[in-house]
């Protein structure tokens, strides 16, 4: 079993920035790829950043140049910095790891989930 828990939402006004963590723990041999998603009622769940296992990043155009994705492997940990934040930017923003267990095999895994609010 493995488990991911975030942190670092709240409300913040337009133009702010915000940086959310998201660390995981239990029976990891290694972390490949890790993602932030994000998720509004009535909305299909969105990706809006992913960081590959050699440090690539990529990101949909909605978020470029305002978001940045970062990892920390020796604490199974990754970031996303949101700076300029807009109202739309407002979900449920969930992280994601494929992770291989000791079971041998590669798994995605969720986070909670936490709130980012941002205020016009």
């Known amino acids: 079993q493995v488990q991911l828990v975030e942190s670092g939402g709240g409300l913040v006004q337009a133009g702010g920035s915000l940086r959310l963590s998201c660390a995981a723990s239990?029976?990891?041999?290694?972390?490949?790829?890790m993602y932030w998603y994000r998720q509004t009622p009535g909305k299909q769940r969105e990706l809006v950043a992913s960081?590959?296992?050699?440090?690539?990043?990529n990101y949909p155009d909605s978020v470029k140049g305002r978001f940045t994705i970062s990892r920390d492997n020796a604490k199974n940990t990754v970031y996303l910095q949101m700076n300029s934040l807009k109202p739309e930017d407002t979900a449920v923003y969930y992280c994601?790891?494929?992770?291989?267990?000791?079971?041998?095999?590669?798994?995605?895994?969720w986070g909670q989930g936490t709130q980012v609010t941002v205020s016009s």
């Open positions: 994601k790891m494929v992770v291989l267990t000791f079971v041998g095999a590669f798994k995605d895994y």
């Open positions: 239990g029976s990891i041999v290694t972390i490949n790829t």
């Open positions: 960081i590959f296992s050699g440090g690539s990043t």
